[in-house]
């Protein structure tokens, strides 16, 4: 069997109750609502520095008034307004909390699934069967969640997140929850357990327990690695990964594409992937009709002959061996 490359979007993680990014903005800000993490817990109170609503509040108003923006355009819009306005800007306190809280809202989903759906199992069988003699199939996330590492782990699938390695290699361009970007900030950690995700990268990573909170507690949560769509992706670490991703591509015959839409806003993916999967097989596990022609339309070449969930895939269901 040919060695895959398998881009997984956030409808591959729906399964297991992480949110799809269709409903990510209305989730988040129930849970900044619902913890109220003492790091952001001032900024929510009415009438604190002159603003009525609350200083986080004001800043949503002030760029999406009618609550129409899903969180990804969101941060986008919170970002191209700051590029233009002043240091005061109560959306700059908005987008810290959107940030932060979206890291601990990914993490409370992690610590709520006590085991992995069945689904998420089969996908590491497959992955552990089709795993060796010189064949090994690869994963480029656009998810910050840890779900694919957590279904190898436990399928004893060996992985990293670097291209140079025998293992399942994880790229993962817009970060991880359990990333930390010290190193880029120019800051040295207390703990000896970090670990560059790959040689020569300001990102880092506890290989030993990579499934551990490490800003459980608020601390230094803003080093947490999330990118977002518009935030800079040209920085040496950021173009690092997109670089290995591109190479894992390139050495694989089939693209397979599961739960991600090819969304526009986000260009700098959808550049990336119309590039790098030229001449490709392309697989795609989508209930939406409407985006499996859209990847007909912008990539061409998909052999998936119609709408189908990532849990009717051959990769979702039980491993049967010869």
């Known amino acids: 069997m040919l060695s895959k490359t398998f881009v997984l979007g956030a409808g591959f993680s729906a399964g297991a109750g992480l949110p799809l990014v269709r409903i990510l903005r209305a989730q988040v ?35 999406d008034p009618t609550g129409s923006l899903g969180l990804e355009e969101l941060m986008i819009a919170l970002r191209d307004r700051l590029h233009v306005t002043y240091d005061h800007d109560p959306c700059y306190v ?9 890291g601990r809202l990914l993490w409370h989903k992690h610590r709520s699934l006590d085991e992995l759906p069945e689904t998420y199992r089969n996908f590491g069988s497959w992955m552990h069967e089709h795993h060796g003699s010189g064949q090994t199939n690869a994963i480029v996330s656009l998810n910050w969640d840890i779900l694919a590492e957590r279904a190898l782990s436990e399928s004893k699938v060996g992985w990293r997140y670097t291209a140079s390695t025998p293992w399942v290699p994880i790229l993962k361009p817009h970060g991880s929850i359990n990333w930390s970007r010290h190193l880029s900030e120019g800051l040295r950690a207390e703990s000896n357990d970090w670990r560059p995700i790959s040689p020569g990268s300001p990102y880092c990573y506890i290989p030993r327990d ?12 803003r080093l947490r690695h999330l990118l977002f769509p518009g935030d800079p992706e040209d920085e040496q670490g950021v173009a690092q990964i997109w670089e ?79």
């Open 210 to 221: 990579p499934f551990f909170d490490p800003f459980e507690q608020g601390v230094n949560q």
């Open 29 to 63: 800000l129930n849970w900044i609502e619902t913890e109220r993490h003492p790091s952001w817990e001032p900024h929510l109170r009415p009438n604190i520095h002159g603003f009525t609503e609350g200083q986080f509040y004001a800043g949503l108003s002030a760029v």
């Open 94 to 102: 908005t987008l810290r909390v959107l940030r932060d809280a979206c």
């Open 244 to 322: 290995e991703a591109g190479n894992i591509i390139e050495e694989r015959e089939t693209v397979v594409f599961i739960g991600y839409s090819l969304p526009p806003y986000d260009s700098v993916a959808l550049d990336f992937f119309k590039h790098k999967t030229a001449g490709k097989n392309i697989e795609v596990y989508s209930r939406s009709l409407e985006t499996l022609e859209n990847y007909r339309k912008i990539l061409g070449n998909v052999i998936t002959v119609g709408p189908c969930a990532f849990e009717a895939s051959i990769y979702a269901q039980a491993f049967l061996p010869k």
